[in-house]
């Protein structure tokens, strides 16, 4: 196996299908999976907006068995590994890069908060060095707002000179640009660094990052991966300026109930609306709601009922 | 089996012990569990103060079962199931009844933030439906502190309400008294409430609480025991402020690597010290400052070393 390309452009953290009894739905997952390579989208399978964290370890690695299984190239998927209890984190993260997958996505531990950069160095340096793949390609996962656990600018450079062929990048959620463009400019050698959502997709190009990972390109990504694909031109600015649209409508419900709902919709595939709990799936209100809203910028997901 | 009795007095989150590989050690947790029970302890093995979110779902089930093989009563053990996975709350929490846990703490799932009351109840209601057993005993597990998800006196209720079979007590570790208090006067019918310190034990007896469930008990058990047996007597004050003095210490360190260092002095057995990441173990300017502190006091742990 040679060694993975580090990734670049779009990619999302696919949403995970659910069947009747709540179990994930891996032959659903697959398709959507298909259909977001067709858009040059790549596959940040087990993000947040997977509902990763409602998974449990055996039920992701059956997962991407059966992604990699039904036709899915690992090299283009960016698999979340990270998980509270280093144990998980080990043994998902092995089995992620030995099935080849071009990179894992990886959460801090969240459930103790006010934890030591020292503390949370141990635990990504516990599993690099337990896993002990020199194919392991790690993406840290940075998203204070949910985790409650925040990647400190130090944490992140110790880890890249103590790695660095294995940390190779980072998706920043903090939402937060200011925190982006510290990491732009602390002169990280090809450190990949993706904004964690499209509304920074520009900017980040414009400041050297790599792309963007975000929720919104499972239901938009063919537009995303425009603005990424011509980041350079003078249409730039209207082209995020209309993603920024689309964005702002599902950030007026919740995202992921959102998603799913939109997959349902577009894909006149209604099993799509089921959630895990703690999530609950958009109510009729809101689901009319959504509706109208894209109904009325005339927005479409094309080729999601061929995937 | 016979259905089990509600729990009442004090209760630990045991501290995991790990050995040199970091993988938990299940001959070392029978002696401390041992060592509990002898001084009237019970045990909330996987608490936050056990590490329980850094151990996987196939550790914990290993370790229960090999506690049992070794002579602890399930009776007294009011094991920590609730996870992040619904999957993973499911089996584990299934395993523990179908052992003869006495009871089961439940933790939300804690990675989603902002969660609805529909979404959690649905969560703790699908547990309980999956699981199917009429022996589960449910302790909510309040830790907003931690956790970063609340559980609210309406979700409280409405669970109650459902299940007033199953539902039937909570852990309280707002560290909010009037939290507690107003659980206290809901007028929820013999549910036990337990205070997450024994900082309220007192005050919990006095309001008709059903005693304490405390990281301390682990390094203070015979002492807080003491105060349960003897809430009504006239020297109860007087055993809470003497309480309140070793807790006051320990709450000075971060707590987990604390009790296990004390563990480790008192104990004479230094492998008690390690932690998994993300915590880390006191270092050795720390550690000298909780001996003196302790010493100070003249504070020990009875029976330890025999155990």
């Known amino acids: 196996m040679s060694a993975p390309a580090k990734f670049f452009g779009v990619l999302t953290p696919v949403i995970t299908p659910f069947n009747k009894d709540l179990l994930p739905d891996a032959e659903r997952l697959l398709r959507q999976c298909k259909w977001m390579l067709s858009q040059n989208v790549g596959l940040a399978v087990f993000g947040t907006n997977s509902e990763a964290n409602s998974l449990s370890t055996g039920e992701k690695i059956e ?6 299984e039904g036709g899915i190239d690992p090299a ?3 698999a979340g590994t990270g998980c509270c209890a280093l144990s998980d984190s080990i043994k998902l993260t092995a089995h992620a890069v030995k099935l080849g997958a071009g990179g894992t996505l990886m959460l801090p531990p969240f459930y103790y908060k006010g934890v030591s950069d020292d503390g949370l160095y141990a635990n990504f340096s516990e599993i ?3 896993v002990g793949d020199s194919n392991l390609r790690v993406y840290l996962y940075h998203i204070p707002p949910v ?3 925040p990647l400190s600018l130090n944490l992140i450079e110790r880890l890249i000179k103590e790695y660095p062929d294995t940390v190779v990048g ?4 903090s939402g937060d640009w200011s925190n982006t463009k510290a ?3 602390a002169g990280w050698d090809d450190f990949r660094i993706f904004a964690g959502a499209e509304t920074y997709l520009l900017d980040n190009m414009r400041n050297g990052g790599a792309g963007c990972i975000s929720a919104t390109a499972n239901v938009n990504p063919a537009a995303i991966h425009s603005l990424f694909a011509n980041w350079r031109t003078p249409e730039a600015d209207a082209l995020q300026a209309d993603l920024d649209v689309v964005r702002n409508i599902f950030q007026k419900f919740p995202m992921i109930p959102a998603l799913k ?3 349902a919709i577009f894909g006149e595939d209604k099993d799509w609306c089921r959630v895990r709990p703690p999530l609950v799936a958009l109510d009729a209100r809101q689901l ?3 509706t109208k809203a894209l109904k009325a910028i005339n927005f479409t997901m094309p080729g999601i009922r061929q995937a």
């Open 183 to 185: 990491m732009l400019d």
């Open 128 to 130: 690099i060095q337990k």
């Open 261 to 263: 709902a939109a997959a």
């Open 170 to 173: 980072i998706k920043d959620s």
């Open 76 to 78: 283009r998927m960016m």
């Open 147 to 149: 985790s409650n656990v």
């Open 63 to 68: 997962l991407i068995d059966r992604l990699v």
């Open 288 to 290: 009319a709601r959504l």
